[in-house]
């Protein structure tokens, strides 16, 4: 699978920010998808994640209430919609395909990963 995400850029904190994901080589809905950050000097850490239906989503305790994410099979594209965005939101954002275990919060569980997107927000 390759991905491909987009979107990334300078917003202000409190500002809003849209990241897509589009999805290649494979049938995207057979396939869960996964949005994880790094910011600079840290691991990186997962920040969302969707089943292949899209009927099941999960976010780090970190996001709740501010981040959402969305799939478009139909578009071969998964979305994350990013809001009330904080200076601690800020690091490189990416986008994994094919969760290989049941443990979706984990790295070491997605066979495919994105180039990622870098996210910067002001204070």
């Known amino acids: 699978v390759q991905l491909v995400e987009s979107g990334g850029g300078l917003v202000q904190a409190g500002g809003s920010l849209r990241l897509s994901c589009v999805a290649s080589?494979?049938?995207?809905?057979?396939?869960?998808l996964g949005w994880f950050r790094q910011a600079a000097g840290k691991e990186r850490e997962f920040v969302a994640g969707?089943?292949?239906?899209?009927?099941?989503?999960y976010l780090a305790d970190s996001v709740k209430g501010r981040f959402t994410i969305s799939r478009d099979n139909a578009k071969n594209t998964v979305y994350l919609q990013m809001n009330s965005l904080k200076p601690e939101d800020a690091g490189v954002y990416y986008c994994?395909?094919?969760?290989?275990?049941?443990?979706?919060?984990?790295?070491?569980?997605?066979?495919?990963w994105g180039q990622g997107t870098q996210v910067t927000v002001s204070s």
């Open positions: 994994a395909g094919d969760l290989l275990g049941g443990t979706y919060y984990d790295t070491r569980e997605y066979e495919s």
């Open positions: 969707i089943s292949r239906s899209g009927g099941g989503t």
């Open positions: 080589g494979r049938t995207f809905s057979s396939f869960f």
